[in-house]
């Protein structure tokens, strides 16, 4: 049996940021993000030498590296292309391994799966092509309101008459809260009715997909507590959240990586 160490890492490069994640041995060493912009192949680079150099480890060190997401196909090194919805049950599945399915809220699409005791996928469910389900309908009121993304969270836990919004489609919904920002309605109050309306449309997708728990919610709508709390109010149940929820998909490819990778080498046991 072999000592030698071996390191692995997964990118995920999103519609908004791409994130990398450096494990050995299913532990995160280190990881980092940065807004994807105009250059996927660019921002990857720097993105991935920015965490490798957070974990003391050279670019040639790494046994294997998985990428996903959207630009999944422009990374500047050769790489593994994974589904993002496997590299995000995995890595819900090594932070909860009680987990049995899991919502994903990204950019551009909710996806929701139920998940195996093993972290593969059983089943998965997507949003349609809406704003209203996805994170870019959060950022389209925050824009609105003028309130910093990062704040809307705890401003709509603040809210004591959430607004009720009359459609689900996120081209009405903007004309409708800019006419209740004109009848004087609070942003915190707006905002919680966001989150409801973004709440029904995910509660439905987990019911159609008869949920399972423990439920875990990973992707940038993890970093809004408000978000959790409306979906958790929407299915009863209580959410787990990953610490650094947006890097979860770059975690889990990390993670699938390891696996394929030590299932042929037993020097990584």
């Known amino acids: ?50 965490a490798l150099a957070r974990a003391g480890i050279a670019f040639d ?3 294997g590296i998985f990428v996903t997401g959207l630009g999944a196909g422009n990374t500047p090194f050769p790489a593994r292309q994974v589904s993002d919805i496997s590299c995000c049950a995995m890595g ?10 899991v ?22 469910l997507m949003s349609e092509k809406c704003a209203t389900g996805s994170g870019r309908f959060l950022q389209i009121i925050a824009r609105i309101l003028q309130v910093k993304l990062e704040d809307i969270g705890s401003l709509s836990m603040q809210s004591e008459k959430p607004v009720e919004f009359s459609t689900n489609c996120a081209v009405f919904a903007e004309s409708e ?7 004087g309605t ?23 997909l008869k949920m399972e728990p423990d439920v875990v919610l ?4 993890g970093e809004d507590a408000g978000l959790v709390r409306a ?30 990778i030590c299932d042929l080498d037993r020097a990584c046991q």
């Open 61 to 63: 060190r790494l046994s």
């Open 231 to 260: 979906i958790g109010n929407a299915l009863g149940i209580e959410i787990f959240v990953p610490r650094e929820p947006r890097i979860t998909a770059a975690f889990g490819a990390a993670c699938l990586a390891e696996s394929e």
């Open 186 to 208: 609070r942003p915190q109050d707006i905002l919680a009715g966001v989150h409801r309306a973004m709440a029904s449309k995910v509660g439905m997708l987990v019911k159609r």
């Open 103 to 124: 919502i994903d809220i990204g950019g551009q699409f909710t996806k929701v799966a139920r998940i195996t005791p093993q972290g593969r996928v059983a089943d998965f």
């Open 92 to 101: 819900s599945h090594v932070l909860f391994p009680s987990a049995r399915t």
């Open 1 to 50: 049996m072999s000592n030698v160490i071996k390191y692995f890492a997964g990118v995920d490069v999103g519609s908004v940021s791409v994130k990398a994640a450096i494990l050995s041995r299913r532990e995160l060493l280190a990881w980092e993000l940065a807004a994807s912009g105009g250059n996927y192949r660019d921002t990857t680079r720097k993105v991935i030498d920015a």
């Open 218 to 221: 990973a992707g940038g709508g």
């Open 177 to 183: 809260t800019v006419s209740r920002i004109a009848e």
